[in-house]
């Protein structure tokens, strides 16, 4: 059974030998969670969002139709193919982009169709998705995401069950770092990811972890091209137009 937060403090900070550090063991809790949010792709992390183009916006100087599109506040960023939207029942799936490349796109008014390429813009808060070709229609869209979660208040005496299911990883862990607190010669040994040294080490056992967690039926990993340059994406073919779209 998963343990509460309090009960994953108070373990850690018996291992660790300092029954004073409590509110610093709840901060570091909370670091250690928001640390594993934006560091790795977890499943337990990863939701949905659904929403409709807005075809009037013109931020950032783009066409109308390209955006912007709010996004959640918590969002950290998509896994390849999370981007995608429905019309009439057909999946139509975009492609990341930086956007340095978005700023390329011919932006002339009237081009508006079915988007292709996307970016997101991190530097807003909430963060703002934006798309091209400008879309021509409010069509339904969706947006797999990794998520920011929410800290725990004061998980020291929480009874809030942590998010994260590996909860070895975070005992471990947490009693690492309150030992690099109190200069414990013991933190390196509880906070590696070295196998043959530290077989235990909070590292170790994230790497097990992680190596399963989003391939439960052993799956087989497939090699893909680049969409932008391979495929019916591909836009390397000879332009025939006056305007290069």
């Given at each position: 059974?998963a343990?509460?937060?309090q009960?994953?403090v108070?373990?850690?900070l018996q291992?660790a030998?300092?029954?004073?550090?409590?509110?610093q063991?709840?901060?570091?809790?909370?670091?250690?969670?928001?640390?594993?949010?934006?560091s790795?792709?977890?499943?337990?992390a990863?939701?949905?969002?659904?929403?409709?183009?807005?075809t009037a916006?013109?931020?950032l100087g783009?066409?109308?139709?390209?955006?912007?599109?709010?996004?959640?506040?918590?969002?950290?960023?998509?896994?390849?193919?999370?981007?995608?939207y429905?019309?009439?029942?057909?999946?139509?799936?975009?492609?990341?982009?930086?956007q340095?490349?978005?700023?390329?796109?011919?932006?002339?008014p009237?081009?508006?169709?079915?988007?292709?390429r996307?970016?997101?813009?991190?530097?807003v808060?909430?963060?703002?998705?934006?798309?091209?070709?400008?879309?021509?229609?409010?069509?339904a869209?969706t947006?797999?995401?990794?998520?920011?979660?929410?800290?725990?208040?004061?998980?020291?005496?929480?009874?809030t069950?942590?998010?994260?299911?590996n909860?070895?990883?975070?005992?471990?862990?947490?009693?690492?770092?309150?030992?690099?607190?109190?200069?414990?010669?013991?933190?390196?040994?509880?906070?590696?990811g070295?196998?043959?040294?530290?077989?235990?080490?909070?590292?170790?056992?994230?790497?097990?972890?992680?190596?399963?967690q989003d391939?439960?039926?052993?799956?087989?990993k497939?090699?893909?091209?680049d969409p932008r340059?391979?495929?019916?994406?591909?836009?390397?073919?000879k332009?025939?137009?006056?305007?290069?779209?």
């Open positions: 059974m343990l509460q937060a009960q994953i108070s373990l850690a291992i030998k300092a029954p004073g550090y409590t509110a063991a709840g901060q570091l809790l909370n670091a250690i969670l928001s640390e594993l949010c934006q790795y792709d977890l499943v337990v990863r939701q949905n969002f659904i929403f409709n183009f807005n916006a013109t931020g783009y066409a109308a139709g390209c955006g912007p599109n709010p996004m959640p506040a918590d969002y950290l960023r998509a896994p390849k193919g999370g981007h995608f429905n019309i009439s029942g057909t999946i139509y799936k975009m492609i990341n982009v930086e340095a490349e978005f700023d390329s796109f011919v932006q002339s009237g081009q508006n169709s079915f988007p292709e996307f970016y997101v813009d991190m530097s808060s909430p963060p703002n998705l934006f798309v091209w070709y400008p879309a021509s229609g409010a069509f869209a947006v797999r995401y990794f998520r920011q979660m929410p800290d725990i208040p004061t998980p020291e005496i929480s009874q069950v942590p998010w994260f299911p909860t070895n990883y975070l005992i471990r862990r947490l009693a690492g770092e309150v030992m690099s607190l109190t200069d414990d010669d013991r933190a390196m040994a509880y906070l590696s070295n196998e043959d040294q530290f077989p235990q080490g909070a590292g170790v056992i994230l790497r097990k972890y992680l190596t399963m391939d439960p039926d052993g799956r087989v497939t090699v893909q091209l340059r391979f495929g019916t994406s591909s836009s390397g073919l332009n025939t137009k006056q305007v290069g779209w």
